[in-house]
């Protein structure tokens, strides 16, 4: 079962994506701007993953979110 920082993280991701994709439609803020607002968001998110999941969990959140 997965831990309570897996789904913490997992949503904190779709926050992310959500919310730049609200700016982008809403705000009328360029693609390309909100679309490297998400690539840093999401490295910055990534690099605090290892502190806070074992790498199962990363490995299965990598796979939730590929698809």
Same mark, same amino acid.
């Given at each position: 079962? =997965?831990?309570?920082?897996? &789904?913490? *993280?997992? @949503? %904190?991701? %779709? *926050?992310?994506?959500? @919310?730049?994709?609200?700016?982008?439609?809403?705000? @009328?803020?360029?693609?390309?701007?909100?679309?490297?607002? *998400?690539?840093?968001?999401?490295? !910055?998110?990534?690099?605090? *993953? =290892?502190? &806070?999941? =074992?790498?199962?969990?990363?490995?299965? !959140?990598?796979?939730?979110?590929?698809?």
């Amino acid at each position: 079962m =997965p831990s309570l920082a897996f &789904w913490t *993280l997992s @949503g %904190l991701y %779709l *926050l992310l994506f959500g @919310g730049t994709e609200a700016l982008k439609r809403r705000a @009328g803020i360029s693609p390309v701007i909100t679309r490297k607002v *998400l690539h840093v968001a999401s490295a !910055m998110v990534a690099c605090i *993953l =290892p502190f &806070w999941l =074992p790498p199962a969990e990363i490995v299965g !959140m990598a796979a939730l979110f590929a698809g």
